[in-house]
């Protein structure tokens, strides 16, 4: 018999059973494993001026752990609410359990939430699929409880069944191997382009510093869209031995003009941000950043390239998967919080539809952003001292001369 507790400190469990479950799960994740629970709760600010506390549900069975569930719990205006741990940067967040358990394991996970309903007047999932069994709700759910499913951000997945890049390549559309092949031809062509790679913990730190420095003259912080809060959390996970990171960055003549983080987990490569410099906006490096993103996850063997959630449109056509989610919500019925969705529910079922966005299939973010007003200081002693750190590190540097031989699109 399932019996389940609940724990207020990731300490509380052990984090070799919790990757022994992850790693048995159908979909094992990097946001669901212990180190990167352990760097949100650290480090991540925005969870800590909220007042959040976390709410982990752990699931036993004759002394094994079978399954947990991470979540957060929170006051906010209009009640009490308990939802997923990670909300932001993670992909389908949900009940970490091996397939033979996670039906029954969720369901007792489910019956606890409910026996504590006075401990909560929301509950909520995000990026619930319809194969999520939280994507249901509790059975037998009574009219106590209201759920309610909203459309969320939809997430993007590749398969990587290719020997190599350029099988790769070669699936992709023929607009798309066209408009890559030009994309690449004048940035490989230069003899000014060199690649830096880091996948040791000193060096990816080193090339995290030049990452953020592009993304100062990027489109993003006049966006609000930058790393933001999560800064201090990328130079922790950048700084583990644990977590299999890697950052690469361009540079043209020396300045450093695009970058990309991934990480490694499992079966798994997670593309986690790729910037680039307005200035050199019109070189497409965003492009080639890809294209060595999915060249490391294919040549490593990963069997799933995870470009998580939004912009489905320019993900698709790289191939990626688009997989529709809901935002699942359990309210206590009578609460502020029900009241309150009862209503938002009537109002946007009688207000006018928004007009068409002409903008649609563009980057909705960056349109907001609008041109850039200054130019942003480049401090490039500091940026050739982190390159050449990075370097000291372990971080390989490759010049356009080696990079072109290898191009798929060629």
Not at 76 to 95: F, K
């Amino acid at each position: 018999m399932i019996e389940v507790r609940v724990h207020h400190h990731l300490a509380e469990l052990d984090p070799a059973a919790m990757e022994k479950v992850n790693a048995s799960s159908a979909r094992a994740s990097l946001f669901s494993s212990p180190v990167w629970l352990n760097h949100f709760l650290t480090h991540d600010p925005y969870f800590k001026e909220r007042g959040a506390k976390p709410y982990i549900l752990a699931a036993w069975e004759g002394g094994v752990l079978k399954g947990y569930l991470p979540l957060k719990t929170v006051i906010e205006r209009g009640g009490h609410v308990l939802s997923s741990l990670i909300s932001l940067e993670v992909e389908r967040p949900g009940v970490v359990a091996a397939p033979e358990d996670l039906a029954r394991v969720t369901q007792a996970f489910f019956r606890v939430l409910l026996n504590r309903a006075d401990e909560w007047d929301l509950l909520e999932f995000v990026q619930q699929d319809a194969e999520s069994p939280l994507f249901h709700g509790p059975a037998g759910l009574t009219g106590r409880h209201w759920l309610r499913r909203l459309p969320d951000r939809n997430n993007n997945v590749l398969a990587l069944p290719f020997a190599d890049v350029g099988a790769y390549a070669a699936s992709l559309s023929k607009n798309m191997r066209h408009s890559t092949k030009k994309q690449l031809k004048g940035l490989l062509t230069s003899a000014g382009l060199t690649l830096t790679t880091a996948k040791t913990p000193a060096a990816c730190s080193a090339l995290f510093e030049v990452f953020l420095d592009i993304e100062r003259r990027s489109w993003k912080p006049r966006a609000d869209a930058t790393v933001g809060t999560r800064e201090q959390m990328y130079r922790a996970a950048f700084a583990d031995h644990a977590v299999e990171t890697v950052a690469c960055i361009a540079c043209l003549d020396g300045l450093p003009m695009a970058g990309s983080i991934w990480v490694h987990y499992g079966k798994n490569t997670y593309h986690l941000q790729t910037i680039y410099s307005e200035a050199h906006e019109g070189l497409a490096p965003g492009t080639l950043m890809m294209v060595v993103t999915l060249a490391d996850a294919i040549e490593r063997k990963s069997e799933v390239f995870d470009m998580l959630p939004d912009f489905s449109h320019y993900k698709a056509r790289w191939g990626t998967k688009t997989i529709e989610t809901q935002w699942v919500q359990i309210f206590r019925v009578g609460s502020k919080r029900h009241l309150r969705a009862v209503a938002g529910d009537f109002w946007r079922r009688v207000k006018p539809k928004p007009a068409e966005d002409a903008a649609k299939g563009k980057n909705p973010y960056k349109v907001a952003a609008g041109a850039a007003s200054v130019e942003v200081p480049v401090d490039r002693p500091r940026l050739a001292a982190l390159l050449a750190e990075a370097r000291a590190a372990g971080a390989l540097e490759h010049a356009a001369a080696a990079l072109a031989p290898r191009n798929p699109f060629s």
